[in-house]
């Protein structure tokens, strides 16, 4: 420091002054509200109109759910609790109605005493989807993962224990014919027989062997059929089928369409056309009623069964196209660099291009799901008890005839739940895979 | 649309085939050991699953007595929930083996899509409720007024006939469930409501204030709601048919549910309710049932009047009275023939 200036200035401030806070107006909730809901005219005449909006509606919303009444049996009871408690002029919901039928709204018409059994088999299935959806848990569950669809069947519905057992024996032929055969036969018969042999045990030895097994070894619990699966219940086991079995297909599908080979081309531009262009009320009509016809009588088909396969099916018409997306947006060096790898089709698009092209495809694809979650509920239409049939006959009942928000309510957050879930992890999928740009 | 039409023609060379296929139903129930009884998705009064998931309601209680009458056992049913659009080709296609779904009988239904109604069930007719406040006493007096209506119906045709047929205007609120037309109503969208008068009745319980609503006089429809059979089985359609004549029989016979037990025991004096109950007479073996039938049949639910008390009956919340459903002794329709 020196003192060139000692004798012109005035003054010279010789200690640091205090730290202060910013001004009011320049920090924190009051600065953001200033600049994001009252920065202008326009903004401040928006404000005032969202809140007012925001308040009309929650007050006349609010109050009515608070007040709910949670425990009655019938509406006219409800009415008269809540005359007792509040006036017979004031509007007041009847959440009594959820109480009452929230097994039914859950489980249908499943027997009560075998509720454990949907509800193990739900834990089964977080268990067994978790290594799927989190890379952190060991890899041995993945074992659990491919075993756990045939205890969640066997869970739910029941039966003898030997009819999963022997559908799943069809998958170990697959795996024998791929691994022993193939290197005899050579690889096209070998894919051939690896698909073929599956088919022809399901069809012609498992059913055989499965009742030969209970004969030896009688193994099994309370069956339970497809027509008292409902509420919940039947939307997230359609729900999940569909979307567990239209990914492997879709994605087979978005390579067959982008296939040089002219059948497999041609196959499946033909079959994701079909599906798309006609609406999935049609297709479900169709699996309910036309194939009564076309079957021989006498034939038993579930119609739940009818109903997944329908709407895997539909599902994977679009998640191919969005896959299709996907493959469309990897640069051509992409495969060409898989091909100067020596890498065959199958490895390269197992290692190189499926990854990529998957990862780009994530929102499509769980868009996807999520709207094919909600379409379960279409199944109404033919009869089948999804939440929205179990709230029709609830309110079909005398005793809760007039009811009509407090369910549609419920339903719509239940839904909202599981779907919001699904778009939560979509975006958690997006941030972990990120690679480019950070 | 070129689709459309192929699926139509399968589903029409379907229907023949299956019509000409589906003799024995009789055969087919006893041997499976339950009845496949379509029903409403859910009617207030005449079907809806409880909290426990037993169904219960009018159109019910006629599938048990069938069940009743041909297996012995009430509870032997498997009921389909049908929808509008689901009921007759379930039935077709042999899914169900009868139809009991507040079903109006019309000529097209019965005879081009190849169906037997065996009967009727309830009387039912078109009416029209408003609110009190608007001070109408009669229908004809509704020019102008907005109507809720439910799409795709008989209500629907019938109501443009009628305003047609009366010189007077109105404007169609179309909705699609009787639910949703209760909200609608009940928020001002629409001055009338109509449908069946039974549905008007039901609706009109669950309001608030059902006083400040009144159902007008007029009735502007027939429709006869009954139990429908495929065509090309006859037996099996005499069973549901006698079975409901079974029914209506014991009301004017002044048989119930509390006196069957001694009735049936030993022949009385009245020869009708002694065939009627088979301890007289092979009739129960004519319909290849066994001689009891009518009496299970009967003691299912009760007679059509202890049936019609329980489930729609004035001292239910839908408060339906008798009307056009009372005996033919006592004004109304209900004619059960001879069992003789």
Wanted: proline letters at 5%; a negative charge.
């Amino acid at each position: 420091m020196s003192d060139t200036h000692a004798q012109t200035a005035a003054f010279v401030r010789d200690s640091m002054i205090q730290q202060q806070d910013p001004p009011v107006s320049q920090s924190g909730a009051v600065k953001w509200v200033r600049e994001n809901l009252f920065s202008s005219w326009l903004n401040i005449i928006l404000t005032l109109a969202s809140l007012w909006f925001i308040w009309a509606a929650l007050s006349h919303l609010l109050p009515w759910m608070l007040r709910g009444i949670w425990q009655a049996d019938s509406l006219a009871q409800c009415r008269a609790i809540r005359d007792e408690l509040y006036g017979p002029d004031v509007s007041a919901a009847c959440w009594a109605v959820i109480t009452e039928r929230w097994n039914q709204l859950l489980f249908g018409f499943y027997p009560q005493d075998l509720y454990w059994r949907p509800v193990l088999a739900f834990v089964l299935f977080l268990v067994a989807i978790a290594p799927v959806l989190f890379q952190g848990l060991p890899k041995k569950m993945l074992g659990f993962s491919l075993l756990s669809p045939f205890v969640i069947f066997w869970l739910i519905w029941g039966g003898s224990i030997w009819g999963p057992v022997a559908i799943a024996l069809g998958f170990v032929v697959g795996w024998a014919v791929t691994r022993y055969l193939t290197p005899v036969i050579g690889v096209l018969p070998g894919v051939i027989a690896t698909i073929l042999a599956p088919i022809v045990y399901w069809l012609l030895v498992a059913a055989p062997l499965a009742g030969l097994l209970q004969d030896i070894l009688p193994l099994g619990i309370t069956p339970v059929g497809s027509k008292d699966i409902g509420g919940f219940m039947l939307a997230l086991v359609i729900g999940v089928s569909g979307i567990v079995l239209s990914l492997p297909l879709g994605i087979l599908l978005a390579l067959g369409r982008q296939s040089d080979m002219f059948l497999i081309n041609k196959v499946s531009v033909t079959f994701i056309e079909t599906i798309r262009g006609v609406p999935l009320i049609v297709w479900l009509f169709t699996a309910s009623l036309l194939l009564n016809y076309f079957l021989p009588p006498g034939t038993n088909f579930d119609l739940m069964l009818r109903v997944i396969i329908m709407v895997t099916l539909f599902a994977s018409a679009y998640i191919a196209e969005v896959v299709r997306g996907g493959l469309a947006a990897l640069p051509k060096g992409q495969y060409e660099a898989a091909g100067a790898l020596g890498l065959d089709y199958w490895n390269s698009m197992r290692l190189i291009i499926l990854p990529q092209a998957l990862k780009i495809s994530i929102p499509g694809i769980v868009n996807t799901f999520i709207g094919l979650f909600k379409d379960t509920t279409l199944v109404m239409i033919i009869g089948m008890m999804d939440p929205l049939f179990l709230a029709n006959a609830i309110r079909a009942t005398t005793d809760w005839n007039g009811v009509y928000w407090e369910l549609f309510v419920f339903i719509g957050l239940c839904f909202f739940v599981f779907c919001f879930s699904m778009g939560r992890y979509s975006l958690f999928l997006e941030k972990k895979l990120r690679r480019e740009h950070r | 649309m070129k689709r459309t039409v192929t699926l139509g023609a399968l589903a029409v060379a379907g229907l023949t085939a299956a019509g000409a296929a589906g003799a024995a139903t009789l055969d087919d129930v006893k041997a499976r050991g339950t009845l496949n009884c379509g029903v409403a998705t859910g009617l207030p009064g005449f079907a809806a699953p409880d909290a426990n998931g037993v169904w219960q309601g009018f159109d019910v209680a006629l599938c048990r007595a069938v069940a009743a009458a041909v297996l012995g056992d009430p509870m032997a049913v498997e009921f389909v929930p049908t929808t509008g659009q689901t009921r007759f080709t379930a039935l077709a296609s042999g899914e169900i083996d009868m139809l009991a779904r507040n079903t109006t009988w019309t000529f097209s239904r019965d005879v081009d899509l190849k169906f037997e109604f065996v009967g009727v069930n309830y009387y039912d007719g078109q009416g029209f409720m408003i609110p009190k406040a608007l001070g109408v006493s009669s229908a004809k007096e509704l020019d102008g007024a907005t109507v809720c209506i439910q799409t795709g119906t008989t209500t629907e045709l019938n109501l443009a006939d009628f305003f047609r047929v009366n010189n007077l205007s109105y404007e169609p609120v179309p909705i699609e469930t009787n639910a949703e037309a209760q909200q609608q109503y009940l928020a001002g969208a629409c001055d009338v409501y109509t449908t069946d008068a039974s549905g008007l009745a039901a609706t009109r319980a669950t309001f608030e204030a059902p006083g400040d609503h009144v159902i007008l006089p007029e009735i502007i429809s027939k429709e006869p709601l009954g139990p429908l059979v495929r065509h090309g089985d006859s037996e099996w359609g005499d069973v549901v048919r006698w079975t409901l004549n079974a029914l209506v029989a014991a009301e004017e016979y002044g048989v119930t549910s509390a006196n069957i037990g001694e009735l049936s025991t030993t022949a009385g004096d009245n020869p009708e309710i002694n065939r009627l109950l088979g301890t007289e007479g092979e009739l129960g073996a004519m319909l290849g049932l066994d001689a009891a039938w009518a009496k299970n049949a009967i003691m299912a639910g009760g007679n059509y009047a202890e049936v019609f008390e329980k489930n729609i009956g004035e001292n239910t919340p839908i408060g339906l009275s008798r009307g056009l459903n009372a005996q033919w002794t006592e004004g109304g329709l209900l004619y059960a023939p001879p069992f003789r």
